[in-house]
């Protein structure tokens, strides 16, 4: 174990700064991703070889697939089974608001996830929010849903009561 870790010090030393930089441009020892994931220690070392100096994680890895290998299993026994952050994929969130979009119920506008018909459609971007319309189906584009527009073929926003003669 004390020679993976020489190895890998070394490799941050003396290969890190040859290198010129890793594949965002900074050296292993201008990288602050290690400190933004909160390791030290070992994991420390291991991520940093993985993710910066050998750039495991990018398209064109500076090394062989076999050592990236070795370091992510060596980073995971280490962590207790945690992946490598630089390998993890991040949570999608739209809007900001903290919900991931995958369960936000209106994933493009900050919402307090009110949804009062129980559609699966937040009330800010139902278009019926009092009548249960998950399909959200508005065929005359008027941002009304079907199930409340009184008009269904005619663009009629303000839902006042049109008579059209055809």
Do not use: H, R
Not at 78 to 102: A, N, W, Y
């Amino acid at each position: 174990m004390k020679k993976l870790i020489w190895v890998l010090g070394f490799l941050l030393v003396f290969t890190g700064t040859a290198m010129a930089g890793t594949a965002d441009g900074l050296t292993p020892a201008e990288e602050t991703v290690c400190d933004d994931a909160g390791l030290s220690g070992a994991p420390w070392g291991l991520y940093n070889a993985y993710c910066e100096a050998m750039d495991c994680d990018s398209d064109t890895p500076k090394a062989s697939l076999e050592a990236c290998s070795k370091t992510a299993m060596k980073y995971e026994e280490k962590t207790s089974g945690s992946v490598l952050p630089c390998e993890e994929i991040p949570v999608s969130d739209q809007d900001g608001d903290g919900i991931p979009d995958e369960t936000d119920n209106c994933p493009l506008i900050v919402n307090d996830q009110s949804d009062s018909d129980l559609d699966g459609v937040g009330d800010v971007c139902d278009n019926c929010w009092d009548l249960e319309n998950g399909d959200q189906a508005d065929q005359d584009g008027d941002t009304i849903g079907d199930v409340c527009d009184n008009c269904l073929n005619t663009f009629n926003q303000s839902q006042n009561d049109l008579t059209t003669t055809v």
